[in-house]
């Protein structure tokens, strides 16, 4: 049992300035720990920034750099934060916010969920600290790594039709994490990467899986400048015509196409891309039925997985001189997630209920 002893005032840098606090003090004689049962519904336990101050701080680390973020809160709201406490206090609010939305978002309601919702899995590498890529191989001449992979799922809905019939994303459709078990259909868009396949058929194993078309026709084209050059009309003209065989669903075609290559033969270089690009056909046949998509009013190829990419996790944590932690790259992507995906305010409202529930 903790017992009042007294009162300890604690100083907190508020949107206001410096504010002095003094709070009920509770202490354990066997455990000999103490504690302020006011900070937790305050939201100021085990800091020293107010709530309010706190989520500037996330505002502008999930947009600049830890530095960047520095100069902004003194610009423009006249805060002196630190650039290690902003990075401290941006990731352990990121960290937060990830326990959050695993643990208290629930599904919305049915009538706001669109009939089909498309899910993009793609992959961007984040440059790391030494330590968490020792032993790690990876793309750099001596065969090691500097980077890790940041794995993005992003979730979005086409209802809408353009005036050819083509499915068009819905205008504020776009999020980057979402509970989306209540959705009728589900489609799963990525570049033909195993783990995107393993990982969808362990998430959403009911889900429609389609390699995106661009991905698709961007292995085609490789082929074709591994065989014939760059730049080579010739290269550019095979490729034309097995890209117009792909949108027709003519795989097979392609495939003896790529088979009767007798140049690839005696080159061991372009025997080696021409069987590459016959496993990947055959290995996503099913995922590349793009007629028959189109018939059902899929997308089957978007710009959305890339951008989301660039933009989600790209822009902010793929700047020169910047390496991460595994646990401060989480942090921030859970941050910067949350913020682009519009559920900013969502969060703090659910925190503030939190706190004042416990």
């Known amino acids: 049992m903790a017992h009042y002893a007294g009162r300890k005032a604690k100083t907190l840098r508020t949107a206001l300035g410096a504010m002095r606090l003094a709070r009920a003090y509770y202490h354990c004689a066997?455990?000999?720990?103490?504690?302020?049962?006011?900070?937790?519904?305050?939201?100021?336990?085990?800091?020293?920034?107010?709530?309010?101050?706190?989520?500037?701080?996330?505002?502008?680390?999930?947009?600049?750099?830890?530095?960047?973020?520095?100069?902004?809160?003194?610009?423009?709201?006249?805060?002196p934060v630190n650039a290690k406490q902003v990075e401290r206090t941006a990731e352990a609010l990121g960290c937060e916010m990830a326990v959050d939305e695993r643990e208290r978002v629930g599904?919305?309601?049915?009538?706001?969920?669109?009939?089909?919702?498309?899910?993009?899995?793609?992959?961007?590498?984040?440059?790391?600290?030494?330590?968490?890529?020792?032993?790690?191989?990876?793309?750099?001449?001596?065969?090691?790594?500097k980077t890790r992979e940041v794995k993005l799922c992003t979730v979005w809905s086409a209802e809408g039709r353009d005036t050819a019939g083509v499915p068009v994303r819905d205008a504020g459709s776009i999020s980057y994490s979402a509970a989306i078990e209540r959705a009728g259909r589900h489609a799963v868009l990525g570049d033909g990467a195993p783990w995107i396949w393993t990982l969808a058929g362990e998430a959403f194993p009911a889900a429609l899986q389609i390699v995106e078309r661009f991905h698709a026709k961007e292995h085609l084209s490789g082929v074709a400048k591994v065989l014939y050059g760059v730049p080579s009309d010739l290269g550019d003209a095979w490729a034309t015509a097995r890209h117009a065989a792909l949108a027709a669903g003519q795989l097979s075609q392609i495939v003896a196409a790529l088979g009767n290559q007798s140049r690839a033969r005696r080159d061991p270089p372009k025997r080696a891309a021409v069987r590459t690009c016959i496993g990947y056909l055959r290995a996503n046949r099913r995922r590349m039925r793009y007629p028959a998509f189109r018939a059902q009013g899929r997308c089957t190829s978007t710009a959305v997985v890339e951008a989301g990419c660039?933009?989600?996790?790209?822009?902010?944590?793929?700047?020169?001189?910047?390496?991460?932690?595994?646990?401060?790259?989480?942090?921030?992507?859970?941050?910067?997630?949350?913020?682009?995906?519009g559920r900013f305010e969502d969060f703090w409202e659910r925190r503030a209920d939190h706190r004042a529930a416990s």
Request: aromatic residues 4%.
């Open 107 to 145: 599904p919305a309601a049915a009538a706001e969920i669109a009939p089909t919702l498309y899910l993009g899995m793609d992959g961007r590498g984040v440059p790391m600290r030494n330590a968490e890529v020792a032993d790690r191989p990876g793309k750099q001449g001596d065969g090691s790594a």
């Open 310 to 341: 660039t933009v989600a996790i790209g822009t902010r944590l793929k700047r020169a001189g910047m390496p991460w932690s595994v646990r401060g790259a989480n942090a921030i992507i859970a941050l910067r997630c949350c913020t682009l995906s």
């Open 30 to 79: 066997a455990c000999r720990h103490g504690f302020c049962p006011r900070d937790r519904g305050l939201g100021v336990e085990g800091a020293s920034l107010s709530p309010a101050v706190t989520r500037m701080v996330g505002t502008v680390a999930a947009m600049v750099g830890f530095a960047g973020g520095s100069d902004l809160l003194g610009d423009l709201a006249g805060l």
